[in-house]
């Protein structure tokens, strides 16, 4: 397995390649006059026959982010990888996975199968907000709270926990 690093998740890039021992390819980064941007891994043989792991979180600015983790993914496939895992931390849009009012988008619905479309063979995201988006594919959501309540457990006196909502406040530590 490789790693290819977006530029939203550098640090956790370099961090899952060093741990792993895993290789960490090299990404050239363009960004035309008109804001278009365009990504390429530098060295196919290094992606031909291998199974990629594309790391790319999609915080603000959102629309960019995503883009390029769909680009990285398209890459990985042109270059000839065999199998394509995107790691996406934080799934943009996961918030919008119900239609509140008539005309409204299921935009997470949107995100997710674009990733696959993209060509991507599994998604792996942390703490997604509906896991019900993810039904019927190849795609898990990890959860962070127990690693969260491994690290603080006693390091609180008298601990305060809070939640979003009522769906999050159902998770327990």
Same mark, same amino acid.
């Not at 490789?2 to 290789?23: C, F, H, M, N, W």
């Not at 119900?98 to 696959?116: A, C, H, M, N, T």
């Not at 594919?137 to 008298?158: M, Q, T």
């Given at each position: 397995?490789?790693? #290819?690093?977006?530029? /939203? ?7 899952? @390649?060093? @741990? ?13 006059? !008109?804001? *278009?941007?365009?990504?390429? $891994?530098?060295? *196919? =043989?290094?992606? @031909?026959? =291998?199974? $990629? ?14 883009? +390029?983790?769909?680009?990285? &993914? %398209?890459?990985? $496939?042109?270059?000839? /990888? =065999? ?13 919008? %996975? ?11 619905? $949107?995100? #997710? !199968?674009? &990733?696959?479309?993209?060509?991507? !063979?599994?998604? &792996?995201?942390?703490?997604?907000? =509906? ?15 127990? +690693?969260?309540?491994?690290?603080? @457990?006693?390091?609180?006196? %008298?601990?305060?926990?809070? /939640?979003? !909502? ?8």
């Amino acid at each position: 397995m490789k790693v #290819v690093p977006g530029s /939203a998740s550098q640090t956790l890039s370099y961090e899952i @390649s060093r @741990s792993g021992g895993l290789d960490l390819l090299e990404v050239e980064r363009r960004v035309f006059p !008109d804001g *278009e941007l365009l990504v390429r $891994i530098k060295d *196919e =043989e290094e992606v @031909s026959g =291998e199974e $990629i792991l594309v790391v790319q979180s999609t915080p603000y600015p959102q629309e960019r982010n995503l883009m +390029e983790l769909l680009q990285l &993914i %398209d890459s990985s $496939i042109s270059m000839g /990888a =065999e199998r394509v895992i995107a790691l996406v931390p934080y799934l943009c849009y996961s918030r919008q %996975d119900k239609r509140f009012r008539q005309g409204e988008p299921l935009s997470s619905r $949107i995100v #997710v !199968d674009s &990733i696959f479309s993209a060509g991507a !063979d599994e998604l &792996i995201t942390v703490n997604i907000h =509906e896991e019900g988006i993810l039904r019927g594919k190849r795609a898990k959501s990890l959860r962070a709270e127990p +690693e969260i309540g491994r690290y603080f @457990s006693g390091k609180l006196d %008298d601990p305060l926990v809070l /939640a979003p !909502d009522k769906g999050a406040s159902e998770s327990s530590f």
